[in-house]
């Protein structure tokens, strides 16, 4: 019985590994490819926007339930070969439209990966504990796949690789398990085990404002980072180190707290992601070059870690199960698009802005706590020095 449920939780394991591998490789690899190919970065931000639309819709159907194990292996097989064709051809002349395909085949891919650790979960009714391990494995096999994203066509053959053999891992990883019977669906948020999707009513908290802002310090740093990786190019910094660097930083804090962080308040979570978001705004501000791209990468890169992992290890901080990714897509959409636009009309002073409006933002939320922890006492002290102080109205003199 132990070395069967040991062999079930490496399978898990392993499968939650290539799904957040093909998450880092796909969100880092395809945003190289459009945002290098597209005439516009606010173009090539679209791109990526709808590669996370289309993450999301795919999300919302494969990890739906009812799916043979033949079937999803078949479906894996043709969304690797989708993918590979259009990197194939995007680097070698085919343009966004090859891109698009890509786009879509790797969508595909990653949903149906997430699909298969769901599946696993679900058959051996498997109690796992959080993926932060895994996911440091994905993501550092993604950051060593991923290399050089300036060399458009040796990205495409190594992102082609790594698709193929996470779609063949995948394949035997879920052989012969069928969840044809309906299960909830995603319960993380974008998809399974992945991004976060909080609960609703959060942001009526303000307690809680520094760590939804440190969620979604992802966004911009993963869209941006093709463009992070060839400004420190100028500064001596290998694009390889950078993106090394960047993932590091996401996961390493999580990875080494991960026991530490489920004993974390709520209040204690707060003050360690605003600490870094202030932290990261202050560097990306007024540090001189390359330690203002270095310090936010670090900062912001620990900020996000440490409130994903803290959301893992809470389930009531997180969305309820069944949370649709489609929306979570389409929130996340709209955010790059919008990031997008602001980056090309700024560029790099863009993107410190945002950053810096994030650590801004986490600040000023602890000045809202103080202020209405403060008020309560301030109006029943006015209460009091009302009700005591001698009157004047008939005062004078009879």
Do not use: E, K
């Amino acid at each position: 019985m132990s070395s069967t449920r040991s062999a079930t939780l490496l399978s898990l394991t392993l499968a939650r590994a290539c799904a957040w591998g093909l998450l880092v490789a796909g969100w880092v690899g395809l945003g190289s490819f459009a945002l290098q190919l597209a005439p516009t970065l606010s173009v090539g931000f679209a791109l990526v926007a709808l590669w996370l639309l289309a993450l999301g819709a795919a999300a919302a159907v494969a990890t739906r339930g009812g799916m043979h194990w033949w079937t999803r292996a078949l479906a894996l097989c043709i969304g690797a070969s989708i993918s590979g064709a259009g990197l194939w051809y995007a680097a070698h002349g085919g343009g966004l439209l090859a891109l698009l395909l890509a786009l879509i085949g790797w969508a595909t891919l990653t949903a149906l990966a997430s699909g298969v650790v769901r599946s696993l979960r679900s058959a051996h009714a498997t109690v796992a504990g959080p993926p932060i391990a895994a996911a440091s494995l994905g993501a550092l096999c993604a950051g060593l796949v991923l290399g050089d994203l300036g060399d458009l066509p040796a990205l495409a053959v190594r992102l082609i690789a790594f698709a193929g053999s996470i779609a063949v891992a995948l394949v035997l990883l879920q052989r012969r398990i069928d969840d044809r019977l309906h299960a909830p669906g995603c319960r993380a948020g974008l998809f399974d085990c992945s991004l976060p999707a909080w609960p609703a009513g959060a942001w009526h908290d303000a307690l809680q404002w520094p760590t939804l802002l440190a969620g979604l310090a992802m966004l911009p740093m993963m869209a941006a980072l093709p463009l992070t990786a060839a400004w420190c190019r100028g500064q001596a910094i290998a694009p390889q180190a950078m993106v090394l660097i960047h993932l590091a930083a996401m996961f390493g804090p999580a990875l080494l707290l991960r026991r530490s962080m489920a004993r974390w308040s709520l209040r204690t979570m707060s003050i360690v992601c605003t600490v870094l978001l202030a932290s990261g705004a202050a560097l990306v501000l007024w540090a001189p070059a390359p330690l203002d791209w270095l310090g936010l990468t670090v900062t912001h890169g620990a900020a996000w870690g440490l409130a994903w992992g803290g959301q893992l290890w809470a389930p009531a901080r997180r969305g309820r199960q069944g949370t649709s990714p489609l929306r979570a897509g389409v929130g996340y959409a709209a955010l790059t698009l919008a990031f997008g636009l602001i980056v090309q009309q700024a560029g790099a002073v863009g993107v410190a802005a945002v950053h810096a409006a994030l650590g801004l933002a986490a600040a000023l939320g602890w000045l809202f706590i103080a202020a209405a922890s403060l008020w309560p006492q301030d109006v029943a002290a006015r209460r009091h020095a009302a009700t005591t102080a001698p009157s004047t109205r008939h005062g004078g003199g009879s």
